[in-house]
């Protein structure tokens, strides 16, 4: 074969046709709504440095436990209202009754002298003597005012002290000789009476006041 036939067999290397370079793509490709290809990693690799994401995380933690701390908060202030309310009605409740118990006994204590009036005023319709009623209103006088101190009721003095507007009610003042400066109670038409420290009622009096020449002679 001579070279002019070889030639045409073999071509030349730049005369060859270059064959294509195969590129195999890995991306993952996937279609969104409209139909269009979109990365599956669109946002790309995070370019946080890694002590900045932990820093978030923790943030997010902590809201988290202030978030349940609160609740927790909210739930516990909800069940101790619910337990005041309930302690509150109770004790009200338990007031009343107390109340209710004392007023049952205080007129259960009343009654013998209910009963007493009413014997005496009996009596005094028929053929009693006087001083046999004027005896029985003094034993229910005396039943009363026995009834009064078992409830912690207490009469107070007023005649011959010195006059205090804050125990007596002033009714009727006279001029008397007396060498006190102050003024004297010197009658009580109804009594005064205290329960414990508190006053239920003054005493009506009648007031002396010393005489204006005697004052003096005694000043």
């Known amino acids: 074969m001579d070279k002019d036939e070889k030639r045409k067999k073999d071509p030349p ?15 993952r490709i996937h279609l969104d709504g409209n139909g269009k290809s979109a990365s599956a990693n669109s946002a790309g690799p995070s370019l946080k440095p890694s002590y900045v994401e932990e820093l978030e995380t923790r943030t997010r933690a902590a809201e988290k436990a202030v978030l349940d701390v609160q609740a927790r908060f909210e739930e516990l202030r909800e069940q101790l209202r619910r337990e005041l309310d309930e302690t509150r009605q109770r004790l009200n409740r338990s007031a009343e009754e107390r109340s209710e118990r004392s007023k049952a006994e205080l007129i259960a204590s009343l009654l013998p002298v209910l009963d007493n009036l009413q014997q005496a005023a009996e009596a005094a319709e028929g053929t009693v003597s006087r001083s046999d009623i004027l005896e029985g209103l003094r034993g229910i006088v005396t039943n009363f005012e026995n009834v009064l101190r078992n409830v912690g ?12 507007p804050e125990l007596h009610d002033a009714v009727e003042t006279g001029t ?3 060498p006190d400066r102050e003024d004297k109670v010197l009658a009580e038409y109804t009594r ?3 329960l414990g420290d508190r006053l239920l009622r003054p005493a009506r009096v009648k007031v002396g006041r010393p005489s204006e020449s005697l004052a003096k002679t005694v000043n």
Do not use: C, H, L, M
Not at 13 to 27: G, L, Q, S
């Open 192 to 194: 005064g009476y205290k």
């Open 153 to 164: 009721v207490e009469p107070f003095q007023s005649v011959g002290e010195t006059f205090n």
């Open 176 to 178: 008397v000789e007396t």
């Open 13 to 27: 290397d730049n005369e060859k046709e270059a064959e294509p370079i195969r590129v195999t793509d890995r991306r």
